[in-house]
């Protein structure tokens, strides 16, 4: 949230190891939100509401401008109720003190409200109606059931649960860390609650436990019956849209009121066992926080990394119209190949696209297809992309790619663009999780060149495919291709010829989080 010109990060923390346990809310507040200072842990196992950890919740910003954290806490019996706390001293810019509400617990699971006391947990930032009750949801299920648990109430202290949640969806299992936001149809600007009618679409994303993958719809709120409709099209399982299609969970967005937009975090685990993370002293990381609106078609959401990360780029170095035939490797050099943000479009010619294999029916799911054809498996159009944190002989590297097919003949697409990011040799290392991550782009390679953005830091490979539209977040642990060893790499694997319209690579300085 932002409070009194301030940004205020939450988060899922253990204070005593490297692995989940013993969670806490951890604090850390920045100015820009690049650059963080951490403080002491905000809210932490004091109440019999809570006393068996501090779990996922959200700020809400009250009308008189006051915040208010809602969060899950777990009692002695173990289960999953619902807790309310305030800042200590509303006037400190940095929140540093909270105190629990002695009305806690707020909700609670019980036989006669028929909630599952193991599956409660998570509630989103509340929002008053048009009849000036706030409402909440809970991520639940009942079964394999999956739903956001609706709640109501007058003075955010004492809350009712509703007959029927806001949404359910059968076969879906939990569904954690929900969240749900309006988004303008026209404007790249964002909207807040409780902004409604014709000019305004709502997004309701839930991290699915079963997969642990983040998945969101994009329909229509009826406030007077609080029921959210996906629109046609928009599904709510495993089949349907994502933030990302990589390593990216328990994500939240946050209205940032001083800039007009939605900014979106996520959570990017370790690719590393238990055994490795305590080792090294800790695990688990926040992407770069991304801007989010809604895409021109309408049917699906855009994200860029925010503008603020660009204050950490310098010496730029540029390539433009570098025709890259079979096989062609061309080093990106002059660049900080460990952290770099690099962004590069390609152009294919109408004869070259016509080239294109075409695609099957039975290649339905991008993440198979990616790992059947991935960076070293050459085809007509593709891989062509770019090979970061890569060892100067290529025993290490990790290839983000793209692969155009022509559509089958009863789709109402000439071609079919796959995105993707194949981890399988980034390491030496041999126990590590290489998987290899796979998103179909929807971009028309015949009118528009095919963008891509790469974040490339360390460990982390978060990449941007058609101006944002498919994002894919890796984490890989190279041995070699580290420091002056790390080099970067564009590539064209495809029998066609594709040419670099343009390609801009910065090095990238250290943000100040500590």
């Not at 929002?127 to 955010?156: C, E």
Request: net charge neutral; with cysteine.
């Amino acid at each position: 949230m932002i409070y009194k010109g301030i940004y205020h990060l939450f988060y899922q923390y253990n204070p005593k190891g490297a692995v989940w346990g013993n969670i806490v809310w951890a604090h850390s507040t920045s100015k820009d939100l690049i650059n963080w200072t951490p403080h002491k842990p905000a809210i932490y196992p004091s109440q019999p509401s809570d006393i068996n950890g501090c779990w996922s919740g959200s700020a809400t910003i009250l009308p008189t401008g006051k915040p208010a954290i809602i969060f899950t806490g777990i009692d002695k019996n173990h289960n999953q109720i619902q807790n309310l706390a305030f800042p200590k001293n509303p006037s400190d810019p940095y929140l540093i003190e909270w105190v629990k509400s002695h009305h806690n617990p707020l909700m609670t699971p019980t036989r006669e409200n028929q909630i599952n006391a193991t599956s409660f947990r998570d509630p989103t930032t509340a929002w008053l109606g048009p009849d000036g009750k706030w409402r909440v949801i809970v991520g639940s299920k009942v079964n394999d059931v999956g739903m956001a648990i609706l709640y109501t109430s007058t003075d955010f202290v004492h809350w009712v649960k509703s007959e029927n949640p806001l949404h359910s969806a059968p076969g879906t299992g939990m569904w954690e860390c929900p969240d749900f936001y309006p988004v303008s149809v026209d404007l790249v600007t964002a909207v807040d609650m409780p902004v409604l009618g014709p000019s305004v679409k709502f997004v309701l994303k839930k991290s699915l436990d079963d997969t642990k993958h983040d998945y969101y719809t994009i329909g229509e709120y009826d406030q007077i019956k609080d029921v959210y409709t996906p629109e046609d099209g928009s599904v709510d399982d495993g089949s349907g849209l994502r933030y990302d299609y990589g390593k990216f969970y328990a994500s939240k967005t946050f209205f940032d009121s001083a800039k007009n937009r939605r900014v979106l975090w996520g959570w990017v685990n370790e690719s590393s066992t238990d055994q490795q993370n305590i080792l090294r002293g800790w695990s688990g990381i926040q992407a770069i926080p991304r801007n989010v609106y809604l895409d021109k078609s309408r049917k699906q959401l855009v994200q860029w990394p925010i503008k603020e990360i660009e204050k950490l780029r310098r010496n730029p170095v540029y390539l433009t119209n570098k025709v890259l035939k079979q096989g062609s490797v061309v080093e990106v050099s002059g660049v900080t190949a460990t952290q770099a943000d690099v962004e590069i479009s390609f152009k294919i010619s109408e004869s070259d696209l016509m080239k294109a294999e075409v695609m099957e029916a039975s290649w339905r799911d991008p993440q198979i297809l990616c790992s059947k054809r991935g960076g070293l498996v050459k085809g007509s159009l593709g891989p062509f992309g770019l090979l970061v944190l890569a060892s100067k002989d290529m025993q290490e590297h990790t290839s983000i790619f793209f692969r155009i097919f022509k559509a089958q003949n009863n789709t109402s697409s000439k071609y079919v663009v796959l995105m993707c990011s194949d981890q399988t040799r980034s390491s030496l290392h041999s126990d590590y999780d290489k998987t290899t991550y796979g998103a179909f782009l929807d971009v028309n390679p015949l009118t528009n060149s095919l963008s891509l953005r790469t974040l490339i830091d360390h460990s982390v490979v978060e990449s941007f495919g058609g101006e944002g539209k498919s994002c894919i977040t890796a984490r890989v642990y190279p041995t070699l291709a580290i420091n002056e060893g790390a080099h970067l790499y564009a590539f064209n694997n495809g029998t066609q010829s594709v040419t670099i319209s343009k390609l801009t690579a910065w090095s990238m300085n250290k943000a100040q989080i500590n």
